[in-house]
Antibody, heavy 122, light 110 residues
Framework: QITLKESGPTLVKPTQTLSLTCTFS??????????VGWIRQPPGKALEWLAL???????RYSPSLKSRLTITKDTSKNQVVLTMTNMDPLDTATYYC??????????????WGHGTLVTVSS | QSVLTQPPSASGTPGQRVTISCSGS????????VNWYQQLPGTAPKLLIY???QRPSGVPDRFSGSKSGTSASLAISGLQSEDEADYYC???????????FGGGTKLTVL
């Protein structure tokens, strides 16, 4: 059974750094073809992809947020961490982590966590 | 503004067939597969269609996907009340070197 769970602060102040942890089970991020990504969704708005890390430590970032994001993995702990600097109220959103794996020449997000709502406010 | 363009809303009555479009460009849909996600109210997204027209295990065959050129479509036949949800298309973008999502389509079952 594959599960993912996001954890981290629910409230951060503007200019602070956000650190979110995705703890997963049922798969390993060291398995060829596997990756973990972060996607966010502001209240009432669309999904926005943020970052991806693959089994071989290849990392990809949303160009519009690249300067603020860092994604890392700890294979022994089955965790992926996303760090976002200089938080702004516009970053208020539900943050999801999701697994990606190769399926028929594409890499969809096939398993998702429940998400964690992060509010940015002073 | 999302890279992939979807109509903001769609509707149908029970039993009807509805389609949701997703328009992109040569750098995303034109050269990569399209995936579709269903987000029921208050829940996380769920993979509905991958690689343009493949259904993960457990997804009813009422859901189907297609792609032509730089556009893709999701079709839902035999519409049911539990299909009321937000639907998102997504694809890899070679120029942005990352995943792009559509703006989402809210499906209402009348």
């Amino acid at each position: 059974q594959i599960t993912l769970k996001e954890s981290g602060p629910t409230l951060v102040k503007p200019t602070q750094t956000l650190s979110l942890t995705c703890t997963f089970s049922g798969f390993s991020v060291s398995t060829s073809g596997v990756g973990v990504g972060w996607i966010r969704q502001p209240p009432g708005k669309a999904l926005e992809w943020l970052a991806l890390i693959y089994w071989d430590d290849d990392k990809r970032y949303s160009p519009s947020l690249k300067s603020r994001l860092t994604i890392t993995k700890d294979t022994s702990k089955n965790q992926v961490v996303l760090t976002m600097t200089n938080m702004d109220p516009l970053d208020t959103a539900t943050y999801y982590c999701a697994r990606t794996t190769e399926m028929a020449a594409t890499r969809p997000f096939d398993y998702w966590g429940h998400g964690t709502l992060v509010t940015v406010s002073s | 503004q999302s890279v992939l363009t979807q109509p903001p809303s769609a509707s149908g009555t029970p039993g009807q067939r509805v389609t949701i479009s997703c328009s992109g460009s040569s750098s995303n849909i034109g050269s990569n597969a399209v995936n579709w996600y269903q987000q029921l109210p208050g829940t996380a997204p769920k993979l509905l269609i991958y690689s343009n027209n493949q259904r993960p295990s457990g997804v009813p065959d009422r859901f189907s996907g297609s792609k032509s050129g730089t556009s893709a479509s999701l079709a839902i036949s035999g519409l049911q009340s539990e299909d009321e949800a937000d639907y998102y298309c997504a694809a890899w973008d070679d120029n942005l070197n990352g995943v792009v999502f559509g703006g989402g389509t809210k499906l209402t079952v009348l």
